[in-house]
């Protein structure tokens, strides 16, 4: 199944945090320390074992990787430079604001991180509270001064948008302040009410209004404004970064590139295949190695060609006809001729010699180009 020496992207899951935010439906669990160090040697095992994958890039997220303590998290980076991660590769860690301060940035950084991810969410505090945020405005600020006096010279920060309530005049002034903290990379989100979690519960039982799609749609075309103004360069459907700056790691989701997931619930692509961890803590530190993936599934066929159109077409400079035909021997405007004929009639297409990428009225309505790309509708 591998090939040596096989370059992948390495995501490492830490699923604590120290209260679960109010929209979250990711695999995390607030308190559970007695698992921290049982689960970070199950972690290292797995990272010695990756032989002959090679990292190329790491990304340690979570639940809230700083929770933990920073010598936890320097013993990861340490086992993927044993591992083959390059001392130039991008390694990020995922951090909120209220679980770092001067001395444990400081030591993320000497350890080797280069790429800090904050959880800001919004700069302003109404907001946090309704999402459940732990950390204020202020805190998040300080955060970030601390890791640029810290060394961070590559911050990402993500924002989210569409909130209950929340006017185009207040995102305005939300997003207008993260972008005076400069922010190498920025992140926005527009909220999803996931069913089951509290603030969805909150919406449907009346309690806070719904959130206007319609309003939402206005936020992203100002975030593209604002941040285009403010020299950001659009590259993925959510992500901004300065010249330089966009995320490696998450580069290779978007281009089909192999990775590995490490950690509950984590997803891995190799060769192929894709699989995924057990999202049950006690079974991944209990169970043998083989006994932790609960998913597997074959990726090929027309399912790999929609995912490489799919995740392609993400990304703002849109999909390469020729890189698609050189992978599956077929232009990706004929395979999907119906899907695209119709996107490109509804002006949320550009098609060209080179290249197939959406509009911006297209990148607010992906979803429906999706839909109709799906294998059984593509054939």
């Known amino acids: ?11 490492i899951h830490i699923p604590f945090c120290r209260r679960r935010c109010l929209y979250c439906d990711f695999t995390s669990f607030s308190g559970h320390r007695r698992w921290w160090q049982r689960y970070l040697q199950v972690l290292l095992q797995e990272i010695r074992e990756l032989s002959p994958l090679r990292p190329c890039t790491l990304y340690v997220g979570g639940g809230t990787p700083t929770v933990w303590p ?30 770092v301060g001067p001395r444990k940035l400081a030591l993320l950084r000497q350890s080797g991180y280069n790429r800090l991810s904050l959880g800001v969410q919004s700069t302003k505090d109404e ?64 909220l999803s009410l996931e069913p089951g979690t509290p603030l969805a519960e909150m919406v449907r039982k009346g309690l806070l209004p719904e959130p206007d799609p319609d309003l939402a749609a206005d936020m992203y075309c100002l975030a593209e404004e604002l941040l285009a103004s403010a020299g950001y360069e659009h590259y993925e459907l959510s992500n901004w970064a300065r010249p330089g700056f966009a995320c ?36 991944y530190v209990r169970l043998p190695v083989a006994q932790r993936i609960a998913f597997s599934e074959s990726i090929d066929g027309a399912l790999a060609m929609f995912e490489a159109a799919m995740l392609g077409l993400r ?16 232009d990706p405007v004929a395979l999907y001729a119906e899907a695209f004929s119709w996107a490109a009639g509804e002006g949320l297409l550009e098609v060209d010699e080179s290249r ?6 297209g990148r607010l309505l992906s979803n429906e180009v999706f839909a109709r790309m799906l294998p059984d509708r593509a054939g």
């Not at 199944?1 to 995501?11: N, R, S």
């Not at 086992?79 to 209220?98: D, M, S």
């Not at 997931?261 to 699989?275: C, E, N, P, Q, W």
């Open 127 to 190: 907001n946090l509270r309704l999402l459940g945020r732990l950390h204020t405005a202020q805190q998040a600020h300080c955060a970030l001064a601390q890791a640029r006096a810290a060394g961070f010279a590559n911050i990402n920060i993500d924002i989210i948008y569409g909130l209950p309530g929340q006017s185009l005049a207040a995102f305005r002034e939300d997003l207008e302040r993260a972008l005076e903290w400069e922010p190498e990379h920025l992140s926005a989100y527009c």
């Open 356 to 361: 197939v990428r959406f509009t911006q009225k």
């Open 315 to 330: 990304l703002v400079q849109g999909l390469s006809r020729e890189a698609f035909a050189a992978r599956f021997g077929v």
């Open 248 to 283: 490696r790691h998450n580069l290779l989701y978007w281009r089909c590139e192999p990775y590995v997931g490490l950690g509950v619930s984590a997803y891995s692509f190799i060769d192929g295949k894709r699989f995924a961890r057990t999202a049950d803590l006690a079974s």
């Open 1 to 11: 199944m591998k090939d040596q020496g096989q370059c992948v992207g390495l995501y």
């Open 70 to 99: 920073a010598a936890y998290l320097e013993e990861l980076i340490k086992a993927a430079r044993a591992a083959g991660l390059g001392e130039g590769a991008e390694a990020t860690v995922e951090a909120n604001p209220g679980t």
